[in-house]
């Protein structure tokens, strides 16, 4: 009887919170009603002490709009629950049904539309002395369609306690619609290796999948892959393949396992239906053979018109290279040698056209002949290619930089730029006009992609000879002013005498060259950020070092050489292994913000550092930026605060102080939960923030 009135008493107490349980439609902080609406709901309507049960937040969300999974992907926030508990009792993460992606622009999001339940395991402790149980919690979420509301909820539930524990059956079927759509733990291998640029995941699929399509990785963290590129995919009775575009901070491979989520379609029942598996892929392994053409693309069919419009095409984009800075200043040199030429040997004009030709044509041909290889070997490359790695970028400034300095007379290599070198030039001229040939085509790889890009575009979905057949154009294009002066010199009658003017043109032509290379400068930085900047900088310090040093015969000037040849060398090696900036990020430092955040029982890194601090610099490179690190950070939910005092800040100069130290570097980790701050030492290295982060 007891138990009978028990129960009863305990429906009427649930019956109300029930209605308040769900989110009223009401104003967002934008004024507007609200986009989802949200209850808490439990699959027991009485529980008892030591049991673990579940509660769910049932979402239903607006048509057209979505809210977040764990990984927004390029933008967004997850939803988050703050609980507010009575003693004892422990609410569990989040377990993530699989998700949708919703392409937005050039942006990749993933997250939930239409219905979506996130469940929670709930543990009662045993000693739970009330015969109720009371669960509160404010959810946030953020809600997108064409603008992102940030929205929230007060969430509530109301259980007993009792001896015996009740099943709410109306709660109990929408969670379990929230298990159904959690992925599958299934003892299934995955690997993950670095091909080329890209990274190949492969993952064997459970035995009881029939038919596979368009399977899809979702990674937990948001710094193993670019979200919005294409994953090309492979799919064979041994498993499944995609080909995916690295995060910046995964360029240079992976040391750790990405765990996530393969989606895929499977025949099942006579339909197709989705399924979700969590995996964990092991870096440098591939769990299944994949065919060389695996990931080739098939080609678009192109008429004998549509050939004939895609080569002119590229005829005249190649003449428009002649224009760009980059080609240019190579190219005028080159005609005003005609003019010396013209009055003295006109018999080998003709020979130094062709011979110019044969360069501009083998280089263009070398180049489409290594992009097909990498084609057809799987890997994303385009025209420029090259240009994608920030040592090339770096090289090719170098480049300009020095033709530049040979230009305005800072040194010489010959009286005309015909190769890249003097000797070239002492050899008869015919090396000098094939070299100089290669070199236009070389320093014209900056230019080329915009001005030719309808007819490349066309030839990369075609077959081979499509795309040699357009670089041969496009080469033409580039050496027909040459070729056309070099058979018909009449026509370099209207220019004024050999004279001085020359020398004032050739320098003129310097500027061009100068502003090629800060472009470049300006590439790189978005590559490598500003620590890969600071490379080339020092780089082109050294070859400046080494032009002025190198024409002087002592051993101390040889020596001096060799030192800025090391120098450079050193530079473009720390180009290569500069990090963007945008990978180490947090949140602006302030005084109250530590205070909330230490209140809350958060893990806090402050990072006291400033543009002109070396070792901060030093330290956000190695360590800081570090894959490792950054991962702990993520997995620990540590919130980074940084302190940038590169300008006068006195409120930071007083935190310096507090914490005992004189200046910067300053790093200070306040553990989750505690309230003392731990200094650590001013030259960081990944081994220490791991143990620090990870052992609290």
Known sequence: MFRFFSLLIALLLIAEPAQSQSSPISPSPFGTTTMVETRLIADHVTVETGQTFYVGLH????PGWHTYWRNPGDSGE???IRWTLPDGVEVGEILWPAPSAYAFGPLMNYGYGGEVVLAMPVTVPADFGQRFLELRGEASWLVCEEICIPESAEVELFLTVGRGAVADAGGAALIESGFARLPESLPIEAGITRSGSSLLLT?????????VRNPAYFPFSGSVIDHASEQKTYVSDAGVALRLVPAPEARSGLTWAPRGVLTFETMEGGRWTTRAINITPEPGEAVIEIPSDAFAEDSVPVSAGGLAITLLLSLIGGLILNLMPCVFPVLSIKALGFVERAHSVPGELKRHGLLFLAGVLSTFLALAAVLLVLKAIGEPVGWGFQLQNPVAVSILSLVMFAIGLNLVGLFEVGTRLQGIGGRWTE????????MTGLLAVVVAAPCIGPFAAGALGLAFAQPGYVLLL????LGIGLALPYLILSF?????????KPGPWMVRFKQFLAFPMFGAAVWLIWVLSIQSGPQGVLMLLIGYLAIAFVIWSAPFSTLLSRLATVSGVLVLAAALYGVSVSRTASEYAGEPWSQDRVDMLVAEGRPVFIDFTAAWCVSCQVNKQLTLSSPQVLRAFEENDVQVLIAD????????????????????????YYAPGGTEPQILPPLLNTRLLLETVERN
Not at 654 to 666: D, K, Q, V
């Open 59 to 62: 979402m239903q969300i607006e």
């Open 78 to 80: 997850p939803t988050e």
């Open 203 to 211: 993952a064997q699929l459970p035995e009881t999948a029939g038919p």
């Open 427 to 434: 050899m008869g001229g015919d090396a000098g006009a094939f």
């Open 470 to 473: 357009v670089s041969l154009m």
């Open 488 to 496: 018909y010199p009449s026509l370099l009658r209207w220019l004024p």
């Open 645 to 668: 005092w590169t300008n006068r800040d006195d409120r930071i100069a007083a935190a310096i102080r507090g914490y005992g130290s004189a200046g910067i570097p300053l790093y200070v």
